[in-house]
Nanobody
Framework: QVQLVESGGGLVQAGDSLRLSCAASGRTFKTDVMAWFRQGPGREREFVAGIRWSGGTTDYADSVEGQFTISRDNAKNTVFLQMNSLKPEGTAVYYC??????????????????WGQGTQVTVSS
């Protein structure tokens, strides 16, 4: 059973940086994709960034390209989301997700098999 546990959320001011972590367990990750999604108040869940566990290829939503960076530490089975120059519209619950047995970084949440519980990020103006 795959388990994903996010951490690192909090309350920050606009312009600050924050790094989220997602600790994954229950599987030896190889041909899999990990991703971050977010859901802001009154909004649908949206894709933020994704990474192939093997090779490290990444993809980003246009809204965060150049601002956020996704990375992974294979030895620690952990995926990170470095968020710089945060804006109030970045306020959301951020979720880590895993799609198993694929190398396609999809933006559709229904492609993902496992989800973490989410971590709240609040950006004040």
């Amino acid at each position: 059973q795959v388990q994903l546990v996010e951490s690192g959320g909090g309350l920050v001011q606009a312009g600050d940086s924050l790094r989220l972590s997602c600790a994954a367990s229950g599987r030896t990750f190889k041909t899999d994709v990990m991703a971050w999604f977010r859901q802001g108040p009154g909004r649908e869940r949206e894709f933020v960034a994704g990474i192939r566990w093997s090779g490290g290829t990444t993809d980003y939503a246009d809204s965060v390209e150049g601002q956020f960076t996704i990375s992974r530490d294979n030895a620690k089975n952990t995926v990170f989301l470095q968020m710089n120059s945060l804006k109030p519209e970045g306020t959301a619950v951020y979720y880590c997700a895993a799609a198993l047995g694929t190398e396609v970084i999809g933006s559709n949440q229904y492609l993902y098999d496992y989800w973490g519980q989410g971590t709240q990020v609040t950006v004040s103006s």
